[in-house]
């Protein structure tokens, strides 16, 4: 069972800047991609970035140049860097990993709320 584990969410003002962090229990070798979903208050989910085995990231049209997604293949973590952050960026986000063999996990998700 593969584990993740997410941390540094948590309340910053517009503008502001957090750094979620996922912690992966599962060797990187086994891993396709990675990523973030966030979950808003109405419940609607949107794929915020992705990064691919081989370093390639993609990101929502709302959070291009302001996000960024990394991996850390040595401390087995994925980061989502956010900056500029705004009201709406309020979510429930959630990493997750996609393994070789297609089986997917996901986190416990970690609460960003940004006050206006």
């Known amino acids: 069972q593969v584990q993740l584990v997410e941390s540094g969410g948590g309340l910053v003002q517009a503008g502001g800047s957090l750094r979620l962090s996922c912690a992966i229990s599962?060797?990187?070798?086994?891993?396709?991609?990675m990523g973030w979903h966030r979950q808003f208050p109405d419940k609607l989910r949107e794929s915020v970035a992705i990064i691919t085995r081989i370093g390639i990231s993609r990101y929502a049209d709302s959070v291009k140049g302001r996000f960024t997604i990394s991996r850390d293949n040595a401390k087995k973590t994925i980061d989502l860097q956010m900056n500029s952050l705004k009201a709406e960026d309020t979510a429930l986000y959630y990493c997750?990993?996609?393994?070789?063999?297609?089986?997917?996990?996901w986190g416990q998700g970690t609460q960003v709320t940004v006050s206006s």
């Open positions: 599962e060797s990187m070798t086994n891993i396709n991609d």
């Open positions: 997750y990993v996609i393994l070789r063999t297609g089986q997917n996990y």
